[in-house]
């Protein structure tokens, strides 16, 4: 994938990730394209994490009934969904890729090479962006 769209996915208060990873299909546990490479963290009260994991858990039924588009209907959508729990548009899935883009935090250094490297000898671009971890979450305030 071109880094500065990439792959997102969200965590649950446990640390679980999914992602809308094709058509049909909700990935748990793993991403779709390897192992995140960047994060963005957003804190949430204790109190509030049930909630939190209810709006997954409605995003991922939603989306694990869908299509995938890369344009329309992708990844971007179903962690948009799960933060801000309705339909969003272009302009507000690029804010989540231009966000991960320019402020995304690096696992460690070794991310910063495999993401712009031919790391799996047929020269893809790879960036998973796992939107939270260790409870983690990308604030819709922000968008």
């Keep these: 994938m071109l880094p500065i769209i990439g792959h997102v ?7 679980t ?3 809308f990873a094709g058509p049909f299909h909700i ?3 793993n991403l779709a394209f390897g192992a995140p490479t960047r994060y963005l963290q957003y804190h949430i009260e204790k109190k509030k994490e049930t909630e939190w994991d209810s709006n997954i858990e409605i995003s991922n039924q939603i989306f694990g009934s869908r299509m ?4 329309t209907c992708n990844c971007h959508h ?14 507000d899935v690029m804010k989540i890729a231009l966000k991960m883009f320019f402020f995304g935090t690096f696992i460690d250094k070794l991310s ?6 031919c790391f799996d000898g047929k020269c893809k671009v790879k960036e998973i962006s796992d939107l939270s971890n260790d409870c983690g979450r990308f604030s819709p305030a922000n968008l």
């Design 112 to 117: 910063v090479i495999l993401l712009h490297s």
């Design 17 to 19: 990730v999914f992602d």
């Design 68 to 71: 995938h588009n890369l344009i």
């Design 27 to 29: 990935g748990r546990g």
């Design 78 to 91: 179903h962690v948009l969904y799960a933060i801000i729990g309705k339909e969003l548009g272009f302009i």
């Design 9 to 15: 996915g969200i965590t649950d208060s446990t640390g």
